[in-house]
């Protein structure tokens, strides 16, 4: 008699548990129908430094190779040669980090300081909208920052080499994100938008990122 | 010839010979209930069990082979895909190994305080997370569908704080040799502490849910029984062995990185005679789990009301190159005691290594513990020893 009294009595426990779920509201969304990530509050965002596709900004790119040898798969295939005589070479662009973990990418005067001081102003010229995830920021803009809201530069570089190829197969990476944090000038990076997460493609060739861009090397 | 050959190999797949009224069944590899693709070969007489023998291999993935041809810092990946349900976990464990072989030299500073303080944080999380998935999981295979649900409406926020942490929700690749790959994100330790204030009263939420109903109790309380001395006899760790009983957390008996500086309690199994549960029992080895959430909780406050030491978040080296020598190194994984056998001779990768599994340990017990118990029994065991197959396998 205790053991029916006992069964019942749990289930019924379980049951109200349940019951309380049914007033709150749910926890799961419809994703392909609902995947708006801004207007639904219902849906999460994904958040600053996520490790989706790989990007290059091949312009600030110098070939030094480190990502291809730091990956674990061999995913990143590189091939350049040295430049000719009257090629044209540049350097790359400063990478500033704000502190609220967003980036802007652009041009400084002169050298970026050892120590950045909090009464220091920035001016940050040519803004480049590809790789910048600070919101609202145009192409070629001028952005003056203080130095409170700074938390490093990364110096500019030398393009010493020219990029023949530079494929990515997406394929094989498996998204440890190492090649993003050895890269010096921090042109490779990894999407943290819907962008990144959503990449299916009907054709597998379409998942090897070809990012060389023969036009830029004159 | 040909013939042999294909006989030796038929022998291979069925091992087992049935006797006159017994018949023998694949079970798996492609089961909802064997966690992962292992596939178990019954000899059945009716719906009795008389023997039970694991196959495993089917995600083997040359873990170790492949090992000694990465740097130490290229494996760090890997181990995330061993037991991938913990990778944090993993990744602690081998960091660990290979910052004793570094301890050797005298530039290796060691790891700093502040990421010991991250390490405990992610660890915990994912203690949690893990524990989290072996309660829902076990439910489900017994019949219970809800816990499942609500366990994984709960671990769907740790994983969201895993991802605003080092931008992965699963393979997270974030404790590196040395230190952490990234510091705190604005606002984290203020989500950390709604989380376990809102996960905390939960948990006694799902003890009324599953732990102590009726049918659960029916099905698990003094079912498979491994005692002390059976798990000791298998290398059965973890909570496999404190709910036999054993109160051995390396946590509190060895102490590694900051565990020292915590105050919390090792949940062992109870007998509880009124309600038939026996020490090392299925009931026992699944709510160690239970308590170890609320003690995983009580580390978490600790170090979110201690508050975090200031300072860098990885040593400063130039290249990860232990010195020439051997260790091996264990830690306390949620599943049980994680050992890294590392062989080293000065270069920037290993010469041999081998990782100590405990989910392997514990599925070997597996045939003693399923001999004349009802197939259904079998599903109960699976789900309490709570096994992963991607680390059985690596």
């Not at chain 1, 920021?137 to 990364?154: C, H, L, M, N, Q």
């Not at chain 1, 819907?194 to 004159?218: C, V, W």
């Not at chain 2, 070969?41 to 873990?63: K, M, N, Q, S, T």
């Not at chain 2, 390490?119 to 295979?141: C, P, Q």
């Amino acid at each position: 008699m205790s053991n029916i009294y006992n069964g019942v009595y749990s289930v019924l426990l379980g049951m109200v548990i349940t019951l309380r779920q049914l007033f709150k509201p749910s926890v799961t969304h419809q994703y392909p129908y609902e995947n708006d990530f801004e207007i639904n509050d219902n849906i999460r965002e994904i958040p600053v430094g996520f490790r989706g596709q790989l990007h290059n900004r091949v312009e600030d790119c110098i070939v030094c190779k480190k990502c291809a040898q730091i990956c674990p798969v061999d995913c990143i295939h590189i091939d350049a040669r040295k430049p000719e005589k009257g090629g044209k070479m540049w350097e790359s662009m400063n990478v500033v980090h704000l502190k609220d973990q967003t980036r802007i990418v652009g041009i400084i005067d002169g050298k970026p300081p050892k120590k950045i001081e909090p009464d220091m102003q920035f001016t940050i010229q040519h803004a480049n909208p590809e790789g910048t995830t600070h919101p609202d920021i145009p192409a070629g803009a001028t952005v003056k920052i203080s130095g409170d809201k700074v938390d490093r530069i990364i110096d500019r570089k030398k393009v010493v080499l020219f990029m023949d190829q530079f494929d990515i197969d997406m394929t094989l990476c498996l998204f440890c994100g190492l090649c993003t944090e050895v890269c010096p000038t921090e042109c490779l990076t990894m999407k943290d938008s819907l962008e990144g997460i959503e990449y299916s493609e009907f054709d597998r060739e379409n998942l090897i990122y070809k990012f060389a861009d023969p036009t830029l090397y004159k | 010839m040909l013939a042999q050959s294909t006989a030796s190999e038929e022998r291979k797949f069925l091992e087992l010979k049935p006797f006159s009224d017994e018949m023998v069944v694949s079970m798996g590899p492609q089961h909802p209930s064997t966690h992962g693709v292992l596939r178990l070969e019954l000899r059945l007489d009716g719906e009795i069990v008389r023997e039970a023998i694991p196959h495993i291999g089917y995600l083997h993935r040359c873990f170790e082979k492949h090992a000694e041809n990465l740097s130490y810092q290229q494996i760090v990946p890997f181990t995330d895909r061993m037991d991938y349900i913990a990778a944090m976990n993993q990744n602690w464990g081998f960091c660990l190994a290979v910052e004793e072989l570094m301890s050797a030299d005298p530039k290796f500073a060691g790891v700093p305080e502040r990421a010991e303080y991250l390490r405990v944080l992610a660890g915990e999380l994912n203690r949690i997370a893990s524990h989290l998935l072996a309660f829902g999981t076990y439910g489900m295979d017994i019949g219970a569908f809800t816990p499942f649900l609500y366990a994984f409406r709960d671990r769907e926020k740790i994983l969201l704080l895993f991802e605003k942490l080092c931008g992965a929700r699963l393979t997270y690749n974030y404790i590196r040799v040395g230190g952490v790959s990234r510091d705190l994100p604005p606002g984290f330790l203020d989500d950390v502490r709604e989380f376990i204030d809102y996960f905390e009263p939960k948990i006694d939420e799902y003890n009324a849910l599953l732990t102590n109903n009726k049918i659960f109790l029916e099905r698990t309380v003094g079912v498979a029984i491994m005692d002390e001395a059976m798990a000791i006899s298998y290398g059965a760790t973890g909570p496999n062995l404190r709910g036999a009983g054993r109160k051995w957390d390396l946590r509190k008996d060895e102490p590694y990185s900051i565990y020292d500086r915590f105050d919390f309690d090792i949940p062992v199994g109870e007998e509880i005679p009124e309600a038939g549960a026996v020490l090392g029992d299925c009931w026992n080895r699944y709510k160690v789990r239970m308590d170890e959430m609320k003690e995983s909780v009580k580390i978490i406050r600790q170090v979110l009301d201690g508050g975090l030491p200031d300072g860098p978040i990885v040593a400063a080296m130039k290249a990860i190159r232990p010195p020439a020598g051997e260790v091996f190194s264990r830690s306390e994984a949620p599943r049980g005691e994680l050992g890294f056998y590392i062989v080293s001779d000065g270069s920037v990768k290993p010469v041999r290594l081998k990782a100590k599994s405990p989910c392997f340990c514990a599925l070997s017990a597996l045939q003693e513990l399923s001999r004349g118990l009802m197939i259904a029994d079998i599903i109960a065991i699976i789900g309490s020893i709570d096994i992963v197959m991607g680390e059985v396998d690596r």
